[in-house]
Every structure is written in C-alpha cells, then in structure tokens.
C-alpha cells in the first residue's frame, strides 16, 4: 500500500550500489546481500528526494505496475521504511577513519629470532590485530610464550595464532596458552591427522589441511564480507594492503606474504621507517572503484583481493598475478 505524502527510504543498516549490469543492497545488519536491478537503485536514489505519491503518480500503465511490485519488495524484504521526515535519517558518513598507523600485521614466527625490539615498534604503530604464523616443534611454542609475555600489555585487541600440527602439540598445552594469555583470539591448528579434538570452551581448531597449502592460497574470489566497517573501508582505501603488514621468517616486510617485493627487514631497519616508506604506502589509497577489474562490480566493497596492482596509463588499476 501506498502512504500519500509519505518518502520511501532504506534503513541505516542498508546500503545500495550500482553495478553494470546489476544493483544490489548490502545489508549490514544481516551480512546479506539483495540483488535489484539497476531501474530500482535508480527508483531508491529518486524515493529518497521525493514522496512515494509524487513518483507514482507521473507513471502509467506497466510502469507504475512495476513501481508497486518494487515497492512492495523492498518492504516485504524490510529494506526501507515510510517516514514524513526523510531528512531526519541521513545516510551514513562515507569516511572511513582508524588512528592506528598500523591495523594489521601477520608474522612468520622464527623461534631463533629476538622480536623484543619489534614488539616495541608494533606498540608503537598502535597496531590491532596480529596474526602469527608459527612452525612446528614445541621448541616454538615455549618460544612464542615468551613472545606472548611481551605482547601482554601492548595496544593490540586480538592475537590470532597459526600453529603447524607436530607430536608434541597436545590440547592441553594449547588450552594452557589460550588461558595464560587473554589477547589470544583464537588458535588454529594445521595440518592436524589425529582424530580432532572436541568439547573444549577456548576458541581452539583442527584442521587437516597442511600449513603450507593453507598458506599459499588467497582469500576465496567467491566470498564476500558483507559489513559496515568493510564497506566503509573498502570505498575509501584497499581493503587488504591499507595499514597492513606481513613480515616474514627473516624479518623481510611486505604487503603481503605472497609477493615478491619486500621494503625492508624488522631486524636491520625500524618497523616506523619501512611502513612510512612511499612504495610501501603506494597502494593503501586505491579503492575497488579505481581497480578495474572491480569497479563496474556492485560487490566491489565486498570483495577482498590480494593480488599486486599495475598502474593503467589512464590512472586506474589493474590486478596481476602473484
């Protein structure tokens, strides 16, 4: 039904996005996706000017016919909602702001290496994620213990640990680092062959694929992160590259473990001099609208590729292989 006089709008947790060939709503709230024609994400742009009565009332015959089944879509679907008072309900900022200098960090654990001067410089970049890599051998695990120890009082929310399966590794030694130490997020075990452990509380998991397949594979192009902060950042900078860094077993940084170029060494230089280094830097900035391969994909701010950018003559992106 049709409210006279009233404005038709999506709710904060909605977004909508044009596509070449489709539109689609992103449904923050959910994580779920809504796929619409372009002739609707145009109508939602109009609807949220001008009320409902007014835009129907201009139609005819088909057309209008078609302007009550997109109606009545987007309210059966509980996307949008009637209000007399549309600029009561602006759209969400568009900017996208953390004031870290770095947001994530992933590191290929070496047990022979002293990171108590990396753990300072890490503090330093106010960093908030960190993701560790660890061999096997449960020489490491005491090892990344003392790592642990260091990072106990720094600025980071979550500590993600990768651990590769080996005889020594027992689930009680897991659930006693998971517990000594509470910035540990989660544990994942790999390439783990015994019958897998279950009826634990801690965020502990088995998995039977090998570390080093794991590893080596990059984030599925068919799966979509479907949320208000990842909208937000991939419209603004690259989802991946932007504030992030990996570091490998000899102290070699880049922006991503599986490529080629590295900026520096943890060991040799300051983490603060290679991360302000403008090479490093070069792809933060690039959103999913300057990449072409992305740009005309109404998932385009769902999407999260790691593959290195070439810049195009016209000033676009384009994706290269590892």
């Given at each position: 039904m049709i409210k006279s006089g009233s404005h038709l709008i999506l709710y904060s947790?909605?977004?909508?996005?044009?596509?070449?060939?489709?539109?689609?709503?992103?449904?923050?709230?959910?994580?779920?996706?809504?796929?619409?024609?372009?002739?609707?994400?145009?109508?939602?742009?109009?609807?949220?000017?001008?009320?409902?009565?007014s835009v129907r009332d201009e139609l005819e015959g088909d057309d209008r016919e078609t302007f009550d089944e997109y109606v009545n879509y987007l309210r059966e679907h509980q996307l949008a909602f009637y209000t007399n008072e549309p600029h009561a309900f602006p759209k969400m900022p568009a900017e996208y702001f953390v004031?870290?200098?770095?947001?994530?960090?992933v590191l290929e654990f070496n047990p022979t290496k002293d990171y108590q001067n990396f753990i300072l410089q890490l503090n330093e970049s106010l960093c908030k994620n960190l993701e560790i890599r660890v061999p096997a051998g449960v020489e490491s695990l005491d090892d990344l213990s003392v790592m642990l120890l260091g990072l106990?009082?720094?600025?980071?929310?979550?500590?993600?640990?990768?651990?590769?399966?080996?005889?020594?590794?027992t689930l009680s030694r897991l659930k006693e680092l998971y517990q000594q130490f509470p910035k540990i997020d989660s544990i994942n075990v790999l390439g783990y062959q015994k019958e897998i452990p279950s009826?634990?509380?801690?965020?502990?998991?088995?998995?039977?694929?090998?570390?080093?397949?794991?590893?080596?594979?990059?984030?599925?192009?068919?799966?979509?992160?479907?949320?208000?902060?990842?909208?937000?950042?991939?419209?603004?900078?690259?989802?991946?590259?932007?504030?992030?860094?990996?570091?490998?077993?000899?102290g070699g940084v880049k922006n991503c473990l599986l490529h080629q170029q590295s900026f520096g060494n943890i060991f040799e230089q300051s983490l603060t001099a290679i991360i302000s280094r403008a090479d490093f830097r070069q792809w933060w900035d690039v959103s999913n609208d300057q990449i072409e391969d992305f740009k005309g994909n109404e998932l385009r701010y769902a999407l999260f590729s790691q593959n290195p950018l070439k810049l195009n003559p016209k000033g676009t992106y384009q994706l290269e292989a590892f």
């Open positions: 947790h909605n977004r909508n996005v044009k596509g070449n060939e489709r539109s689609v709503i992103y449904n923050f709230k959910k994580g779920t996706l809504s796929f619409i024609p372009n002739s609707l994400n145009e109508l939602l742009e109009e609807l949220s000017e001008r009320p409902v009565a004031p870290e200098h770095i947001s994530y960090c106990s009082s720094s600025t980071l929310r979550s500590i993600a640990v990768y651990l590769e399966a080996d005889e020594h590794l009826g634990h509380a801690e965020d502990i998991s088995f998995f039977r694929e090998a570390a080093s397949t794991v590893y080596a594979k990059p984030f599925p192009v068919d799966k979509y992160l479907v949320n208000r902060k990842y909208f937000l950042l991939s419209s603004n900078h690259h989802p991946y590259f932007y504030k992030r860094v990996e570091i490998e077993a000899n």
